[in-house]
């Protein structure tokens, strides 16, 4: 063994020496409060009002269920064993959160015994654990920020093995791995990953963004798991905005409001009363665009209606002109039996249209929208031209003038499968349908959803539009129905006054908007009772004009400025 080598051995000795050495009483090392540990290891500063409040809740809370000790916590402390934080998108979560996860890890790794300190047994893991409502989440944004803290904090050492001194830990994609068998763990609402874990210290992030049933599933979970090894001694956070009023992190705020549950404490707050950075002047586009949304977002005030997309569904009302069934009165849109024959010689019946009388204006500027139902759902056209309109918003403090599309609608067309007769729609006949219509007018561009529509967008690009068959995925929905609400409650739409003609008692386009449901903000849906095709077809319509340059200033809408309010059309 060279010199190199045993000076490595003996300096590694002496490390582990010193790590090793225990004062009197539970502490290895005194810890620093939560505020001191921030500014020394963290180089970070609460700001003053409601974060500071939660770091002093937080900081007082943990070091009495460490210690024991009364002068961290009076009586009314000692019991909170849950602290919820309704806090306004934008207001700093995640630089909360990943400083308290620091200190916490920290404290734990100032103890001579923190299994023995917390009530367990030798040998026994503590974990601390963040639960996120996805993956990404869990992975890359929170834990992500937890990582970043860590490499940045002058107490710990990243080591690539496992942790031999209370001063190292161990990276992982989902997991940091502390001495003393110390474990921090992100995983998502999954909760059955983390099954025979000691969670002592758990936070729920973002749990309003997870279905009811869901959340209250992994609240039980680690919940129970966290009171069975450590009693009142483990510590729950929950936070996040709310989604509706029916969402997990609403009913049990508003619960402990009403009951004063003696185990639970909680705080609100709108995002610029946590996080100064954030004013309230600079999120007037998002007020201007959706009230409702904003309003949940960043004051947390909570819409009345569960998950229903339109808080104010009259509003659609507003935009629908009484009578007008289509551009041209006079088409007739006749259902009807097609036959086609396969190769093999064999006749296949399908559910196919007539349309007569068929007068567009050939003056306008044309966009389709299409939902490609075939066997169970309906296949569904929606036409729209575009109408000049001005839009003015607020850019940096100063008011900006636009010209935008205002979407008209002209044609609604629907293709029924019939189930009873085990008829499909005829792609075929959609497809010369809108043939028909290309030849007669400049469709632009057209949107289809990916499933059942390579075809029709294959016809549609050699009759030299701009077509796309996009994945509709929920993302992607979201952020197109959001588009067209805005438009409807700023009246900068025109809807046809839709009618369902077949005696059937399903619900005509314009009803079947104001049942739509929005799930965890992320998914629209529809009851089983009811449908969403009408609807997926005028909001890819409407997302492609509303979103499109205007092609010239003829046939300019007379509604004035976007965002003007006008009384309901008699």
């Known amino acids: 063994m060279n010199s190199f080598d045993l000076d490595k051995l003996l300096g590694d000795f002496a490390e582990l020496a010193e790590a090793y050495e225990e004062r009197e009483g539970i502490w290895r090392e005194e810890p620093l409060d939560l505020f001191a540990f921030c500014k020394e290891y963290l180089d970070i500063t609460p700001y003053e009002g409601k974060q500071t409040e939660i770091f002093q809740k937080i900081n007082d809370v943990v070091m009495w269920k460490i210690t024991l000790d009364d ?41 001579n015994n ?172 998002f007020y201007d665009k959706n009230p409702e949304d904003a309003r949940m977002r960043y004051e947390c005030i909570a819409p009345e209606a569960e998950a229903g997309f339109f808080e104010f569904p009259e509003k659609i009302d507003y935009v629908v002109v009484p009578g007008k069934i289509a551009q041209c009165p006079d088409v007739v849109i006749q259902p009807k039996v097609t036959t086609r024959m396969l190769k093999n010689e064999t006749e296949v019946h399908f559910v196919g249209l ?48 636009t010209v935008v599309n205002k979407p008209v609608e002209d044609l609604l067309i629907e293709w029924r499968p019939n189930k009873k007769e085990r008829l499909p729609v005829d792609l075929m006949n959609v497809a010369e349908v809108i043939e028909m219509i290309c030849n007669q007018v400049y469709v632009k561009k057209a949107l289809f959803d990916k499933f059942n529509s390579a075809d029709i967008t294959q016809r549609l690009i050699s009759l030299g539009v701009d077509a796309e068959d996009k994945n509709f995925s929920n993302q992607f929905q979201v952020e197109i129905y959001k588009n067209l609400r805005s438009l409807i409650y700023t009246q900068n739409i025109e809807l046809l006054d839709h009618q369902i003609t077949d005696g059937s ?42 979103m499109d340059e205007p092609e010239s200033e003829s046939h300019a809408a007379d509604v004035g400025l976007f965002g003007a309010v006008r009384g309901l059309r008699t």
């Open 71 to 111: 002068r961290y916590a009076d009586a009314a402390d000692q019991n909170l064993t849950e602290l919820l934080l309704m806090l306004g998108k934008g207001s700093g979560k995640d630089y909360m959160l990943s400083a308290v996860f620091c200190w916490i890890s920290y404290l734990l790794n100032c103890l």
């Open 114 to 285: 923190p299994q023995e300190t917390l009530g367990l047994a030798e040998g026994e893991p503590i974990d601390l654990i963040n639960i996120a409502n996805n993956t990404h989440q869990a992975n890359e944004v929170f834990f992500y920020k937890f990582k970043q803290r860590l490499a940045k904090c002058k107490f710990f050492k990243r080591v690539d093995r496992e942790p031999r001194t209370p001063y190292e830990y161990q990276p992982m994609r989902s997991m940091i791995r502390f001495f003393n068998d110390i474990k921090a763990h992100s995983t998502h609402a999954d909760a059955e990953t983390l099954e025979g874990v000691n969670p002592w210290v758990v936070v729920f992030d973002e749990i309003s963004g997870i279905p009811y049933e869901q959340a209250d599933k992994v609240y039980d979970t680690f919940s129970s798991s966290a009171a069975t090894r450590y009693n009142d001694r483990m510590l729950l956070l929950f936070i996040s905005f709310p989604r509706h009023q029916g969402d997990f992190l609403y009913v049990k705020f508003r619960k402990w409001e009403q009951e004063d549950t003696p185990h639970i404490w909680g705080i609100k707050g709108k995002s610029w009363e946590v996080n100064p950075k954030v004013s309230r002047a600079s999120l007037q586009k």
């Open 354 to 401: 007539d349309i007569f009388n068929l007068q567009l204006n050939p003056d306008y500027t044309y966009y389709l929208g299409g939902d490609g139902g075939v066997t169970t759902d309906s296949y569904v056209l929606c036409l729209m031209h575009g109408e000049q309109t001005i839009k003015q918003e607020t850019v940096n403090g100063e008011i900006v003038t």
């Open 505 to 546: 008692e399903r619900l005509n386009a314009n009803e079947e908007l104001k049942k739509l449901k929005i799930i965890n903000d992320s998914k629209i849906d529809h009851d089983k009772r009811y449908g969403k095709d009408f609807s997926d077809a005028r909001a890819a319509a409407t997302w492609i004009c509303s």
